[in-house]
């Protein structure tokens, strides 16, 4: 979608460690100390490839292989601010009623047809609308 819209959609990440998986937070944190030398996605995909393995370890090792100062992603990984962009994310999702991850919503409604046509259909939809009608961002 981001390619066939390239003006018209964009993609936003929000934060949402499940409570459930004892290094969600942990993992959040990584990826986004990892953002800061701008390897945010390469780390999240490793993440989620190893998600059934997370440990310090696992998370040490994912930024090694990624290249990244390792004194730097660590010291990172202790910014306060970090952690408040992750609870800020988390209430934002409690607030627009997200229960499991991936949640997807579309102009901020839930998209509940994941397939690649419910994607279709539903951004397609939104695109007709007057700009009056569009959730403001």
């Known amino acids: 979608m981001l390619e066939k819209y390239p003006k018209e959609v ?8 499940l409570v459930g ?47 990244l100062d ?9 910014d306060s601010a970090i952690q408040q962009l992750i609870i800020r994310d988390v209430k934002n999702g409690q607030q627009a009623g997200v229960r499991s991850i991936p949640t997807v919503f579309v102009n901020g409604k839930l998209l509940k047809n994941r397939s690649l046509t419910g994607f279709q259909q539903m951004i397609d939809a939104e695109l007709k609308k007057s700009p009056g009608e569009i959730a403001p961002r």
Do not use: C, M, S
């Open 10 to 17: 964009k993609l936003v990440y929000k934060n949402f460690p």
């Open 21 to 67: 998986h004892k290094f969600a937070r942990k993992a959040a944190t990584a990826a986004l100390a990892a953002h800061e030398q701008g390897k945010f996605w390469e780390f999240h995909d490793n993440l989620f490839k190893n998600y059934r393995n997370l440990d310090d370890a696992k998370i040490q090792e994912i930024a090694k292989e990624l290249g």
């Open 70 to 78: 390792l004194e730097r992603f660590n010291r990172n990984g202790k």
